[in-house]
């Protein structure tokens, strides 16, 4: 029998053939973020689109030399920037500055994302999409209402991607306790902003942390965006940092659809976890597979204060599901 490693070899030289489509890829993450896919392997071709500049970075980034075509399209030009793509990745949409939470970007980048996903839904139907664009707790749910309305819902190709919550959860507590952040692996639940945010320290090795030192921690990981934005201070949020996290979860998406083995990830989903209590799309460790989502995974042993901040974080979740499906149902 071939060992975990030799399956993975085998299946990544096997079938590692991939469109990927970045939207948005003009922009300070869509920039950063095409090139590390360039870097992908298994991104064979590489579609950049963006209201302006996309040409532009295409050419930059072709000069690196993978095994991958790259190509820049122009607002007139997204259903071929979207025909045959895998997967779709949309960062396009206006950023925060600082005193504005996630959801005061809701009125802009709710139509944006609401007309690349109807793009999405007529040109590449079976692609998998991955949210960038915040605020990531509504804007996901507008691609479920804009897919279900033209027919083509897949619940198991749609994710809002939450990575840099789990790139910070590892990074801010490996600064407390000494370690190397390489081997700090924090599953990170819930959404994508503020309260929602829920790292889960107890199924870490820092569950011992005392209550000051640990609450800090969580309140870090949940506010970690806005040390950046207010860093950079009108400039933007994180690009840089949230390019490494893209790029990671699309290829983690691409090593599931090439049927690697234990790709796991947290991920924003369509989620059975809570629907009985209204929460119909929820961020907990995904198994990807060849079909997207393979396995939803329950959230394990909680403690009783990451039971109450779940509890907290449902809360403000089914507001914000809510928003965009009904903005969607208003704004068709
Ligand atoms: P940016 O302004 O630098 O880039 C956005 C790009 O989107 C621009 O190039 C713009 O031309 C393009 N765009 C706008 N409307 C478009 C459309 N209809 N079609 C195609 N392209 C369009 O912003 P940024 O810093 O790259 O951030 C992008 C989004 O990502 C923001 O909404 C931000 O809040 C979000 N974000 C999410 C996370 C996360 O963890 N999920 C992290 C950081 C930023
Ligand atoms: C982040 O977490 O850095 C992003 O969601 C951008 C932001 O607005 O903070």
Do not use: C, W
């Not at 090139?35 to 295409?58: I, M």
């Not at 990575?163 to 952040?181: C, M, W, Y």
């Not at 393979?294 to 507001?319: C, M, Q």
């Amino acid at each position: 029998m071939l060992s975990k490693v030799a399956t993975r070899a085998f299946s990544s030289s096997s079938s590692a053939a991939y469109k990927v489509t970045v939207l948005g890829a003009g922009g300070g993450i869509g920039q950063p973020l095409s090139l590390l896919l360039k870097l992908n392997h298994k991104v064979t071709d590489l579609a950049l689109y963006d209201l302006r500049g996309a040409p532009g970075v295409a050419a930059d980034v072709s000069h690196v030399p993978t095994n991958s075509t790259v190509k820049g399209y122009n607002p007139d030009q997204l259903d071929q920037a979207l025909t045959g793509s895998d997967v779709i990745v949309i960062p396009a949409g206006v950023p925060r500055k600082p005193g504005m939470t996630r959801d005061d970007l809701f009125n802009t980048n709710a139509s944006i994302v609401r007309d690349l996903a109807k793009a999405a839904a007529d040109h590449a139907p079976n692609a998998a999409v991955l949210v960038i664009a915040n605020p990531v707790n509504s804007t996901v749910p507008i691609v479920a209402e804009v897919f279900k309305q033209k027919g083509v819902y897949n619940p198991k190709k749609l994710f809002g991607v939450t990575t840099l919550d789990v790139l910070r959860a590892s990074r801010f507590v490996s600064e407390i306790a000494g370690t190397n952040p390489v081997n700090e692996k924090v599953t990170v639940v819930g959404g994508h902003s503020g309260i929602t945010i829920v790292p889960l320290l107890s199924q870490t090795n820092h569950k011992g942390l005392d209550v000051e030192t640990r609450d800090a921690l969580i309140n870090r990981i949940q506010f970690g965006g806005d040390e950046v934005v207010k860093a950079k201070d009108g400039a933007g949020s994180a690009t840089l940092s949230m390019a490494q996290a893209g790029a990671r979860f699309t290829g983690a998406v691409l090593d599931g659809l090439a049927g690697e083995v234990d790709v796991i990830e947290p991920t924003f989903v369509d989620s059975p976890l809570f629907k009985s209590e209204g929460v119909d799309f929820f961020s907990s460790k995904v198994t990807l597979g060849v079909e997207g989502v393979k396995t939803i995974h329950p959230l394990g042993e909680l403690s009783d204060h990451e039971e109450e901040l779940v509890k907290l974080a449902k809360e403000t979740l089914i507001k914000n599901i809510q928003k965009g499906v009904d903005f969607v149902k208003q704004n068709p």
